[in-house]
């Protein structure tokens, strides 16, 4: 047996069967509601082959015993001009994270159309974000583990001996977050019950991690083209997305951002319609920003060429073609030129001005641009009585967002700046931000919570019963300046979600018939103030919970109560405080360490490309070097 | 068969598919470290 085999085998064996022990042991007991067998074998076995697969190619190519390893490397530089460190890793995760993101937005829209799953791997589109997932973390081994000499003036030297580059490193970090978010979230079901809701803790981190590897991406692309010690390599044929790389950094660092939306764009969030703005403006502050700084002229279109390509690509492929609820996404059209326009009067060596002007500038004009996309495209358009609530809060999101996609942007393009701002600048941004998630959290219930008589016309017989409702309000102005009043289906096979027409003082009707049977469920939703409220229709017996049947009666009263109840009726009452802070607390620790490391990653790597003036790898002539190999002009 | 586990049952799988990969990469790199060290010490 080959050395490198042997090693890998001494580490693997054992913890393959530390891993593999627990299944046999529960095997027997008691059937209940759980994974079958077969998907725990199938998962422990797929985990095992793909590190040990990951480690052995590691193993390998560091003693130097593999040629395959040493042909890709050879074969990366050849066509993409760049070091192996950066090209094999960046295409590696390009590639993943498509995979990835495509997987998270079929997954939520089967959860939001067909409820939760019967087991783990019952559900095809966990493959895609399994596959996506492990791909984050094997990019950022393989960025470490390739590299033999120190990579990059800005590499870290790790204890073993390695000298990993830092976008590698940040890569690794994310997609660690990502996969370990998935058992955590299985200890968090445990004791809190599960959380159907995209915005989980756990989630969070899930998707969170995942989408700031992009950072590590763009840190790990500029270290290979900008603080490479060794010579670039000679571009014997230039690939195609060696020129598109940086568009696509930028763009999917949009998508990225954009991900924590994913509540609004299927229609049914569970948090405030104040939400949606700040999100929003946030997501074209910090992504657009950053992309324009660092591409130059054009920066911003071509990282909103990308989001739409891929957003509208996944709109149209899971809802129309595959047939579940579509997600909707937002435009950045109207950001996008203003960020383009901002930049023709601030110039790039003023980044963090020039973000919180442009930040400005989305958080107003841009908004109001997506507040008309929202009456056209969105199922849960934003009112009138989202102002000024929406504006004042998007605008604050827009500036703080702003001023960190300059900070993002100032990092990894490395020029120098003439700027002299503060030092708390981008503090008070980071600040402004955690201000505004704390303002938009809060959703109280009202010590009298209104109620709705509601009246049921059967439209379709049973055993697939719809109906049509009429709804009278208690008190009458209950629903006045509401943020939505909606009638919402769900889980039953579909999702129908309709806005309630006024018909009188306090009496609302439906337009379009509601399903009452089977999995379905059926609620009346009222967002006002600060409020999320919702009252049943209709919901069937869930005897794994456990929870009680609410029939569908033809004629009911039922008084609103927090629609979190409703739409997470798996969550376990009477939970000790003490535990849910502690629990809290600790996904929270986990989050911030991982933006402090971000944070730290930028500034090192700013210091980096500052300490002598940016020399970018020169390629040669011919065959003609591709444009991904070159500094963008300046705008 | 179905194993018991948490909420809707996860648990098992999740531990080995997500955080093993985690697990045995961290514990590799613990590996070198100390073999490194031992390397560095010599064989004094």
């Known amino acids: 047996m080959p050395r490198p085999v042997k090693r890998a085998t001494a580490v693997l064996a054992p913890i393959a069967i530390l891993l593999a022990s627990p299944a046999p042991a529960l095997a027997a007991a008691k059937p209940a509601a759980g994974a079958a067998i077969g998907q725990v074998i199938i998962a422990t076995v797929g985990a095992i082959i793909f590190t040990a697969a990951l480690l052995g190619l590691v193993i390998g190519h560091r003693s130097g015993r593999l040629r395959f390893t040493r042909k890709l490397v050879a074969f990366s530089e050849r066509v993409s001009g760049m070091p192996n460190w950066s090209a094999i890793p960046l295409s590696l995760l390009g590639g993943t994270l498509l995979i990835a993101v495509y997987g998270m937005y079929w997954d939520i829209s089967i959860h939001l159309d067909k409820g939760r799953d019967p087991g783990p791997l019952a559900n095809a589109a966990h493959y895609f974000i399994l596959i996506g997932l492990f791909g984050v973390l094997f990019a950022g081994v393989v960025a470490m583990a390739l590299s033999l000499e120190r990579p990059s003036r800005s590499s870290i030297r790790l204890p073993n001996g390695w000298e990993a580059p830092l976008g590698g490193l940040i890569i690794t970090f994310c997609g660690s977050i990502s996969l370990l978010a998935f058992p955590l979230d299985d200890i968090w079901h445990r004791l809190f019950g599960q959380d159907v809701t995209l915005w989980g803790p756990t989630h969070l981190l899930l998707f969170g991690g995942a989408s700031f590897s992009i950072v590590g991406a763009w840190i790990l692309h500029r270290e290979g083209k900008a603080a490479s010690i060794a010579p670039a390599p000679k571009v014997d044929k230039p690939i195609f997305i060696a020129r598109w790389r940086e568009p696509m950094l930028a763009g999917a660092f949009l998508i990225g951002l954009s991900t924590f939306q994913g509540e609004f764009d299927f229609g049914v969030p569970q948090f405030r319609l104040v939400w949606h703005p700040i999100l929003l403006a946030l997501a074209a502050g910090v992504g657009l920003v950053a992309a324009r700084l660092r591409m130059g002229r054009g920066g911003a279109f071509a990282a909103l060429g990308f989001f739409l390509l891929v957003r509208g690509g996944l709109a149209l492929i899971v809802g129309p073609i595959i047939g579940h609820t579509t997600p909707k996404f937002p435009l950045y059209i109207a950001e996008a030129c203003l960020v383009e326009l901002v930049a023709l009067r601030i110039p790039r060596d003023r980044p963090i001005t020039f973000g919180a002007v442009a930040g400005a500038a989305i958080g107003t004009v841009g908004l109001a641009a997506e507040w008309g996309w929202s009456h056209v495209f969105w199922t849960n358009p934003w009112p009138s009585s989202l102002f000024p609530e929406g504006a004042i809060a998007g605008l604050v999101a827009g500036v703080a967002g702003g001023v960190l996609g300059g900070f993002i942007g100032r990092a990894i393009q490395g020029r120098p700046t003439v700027e002299r701002v503060p030092r708390w600048a981008v503090p008070a941004a980071a600040l402004a931000v955690i201000a505004l998630v704390a303002y938009a959290i809060p959703m109280p219930t009202p010590k009298h919570p209104p109620s709705a008589t509601v009246s049921l016309t059967t439209v379709k017989p049973p055993p697939k019963r719809e109906v049509q409702m009429t709804v009278r309000l208690h008190p009458p102005g209950a629903a006045h300046n509401a943020r939505w009043f909606t009638a919402t289906a769900w889980q039953g096979g579909g999702s129908v979600i309709q806005k309630l027409k006024p018909v009188g003082p306090g009496l609302y009707r439906t337009t379009k018939p509601i399903p009452v049977y089977g999995n379905w469920k059926a609620t009346i939703r009222l967002q006002r103030g600060s409020e999320v409220l919702g009252a049943p229709v209709f919901f069937a017996a869930d005897p794994a919970i456990p929870a009680p049947a609410i029939p569908a009666n033809a004629q009911f009263t039922r008084p609103f109560v927090k629609d979190k109840k409703l739409l997470q009726r798996e969550q376990k009452p009477g939970v000790s405080p003490v535990l849910t802070i502690g629990a809290y607390s600790a996904v929270l620790a986990i989050g911030l360490f991982m933006f402090g490391l971000l944070a730290w990653a930028l500034v090192r790597l700013e210091r980096t490309l500052r300490s002598r003036p940016p020399v970018e790898p020169k390629a040669p002539r011919a065959p003609r070097a591709p444009a991904a190999a070159r500094e963008p002009t300046p705008a | ?44």
Do not use: C, N
């Not at chain 2, 586990?5 to 955080?19: I, K, R, S």
């Open chain 2, 1 to 44: 068969m179905i194993v018991p586990l948490a909420h809707f049952g996860h648990v098992l799988v999740d531990v080995p598919l997500f955080g093993g990969p985690v697990i045995l990469l961290a514990l590799a790199l613990w590996y070198s470290t100390v073999k490194e060290r031992r390397r560095q010490q010599g064989p004094g």
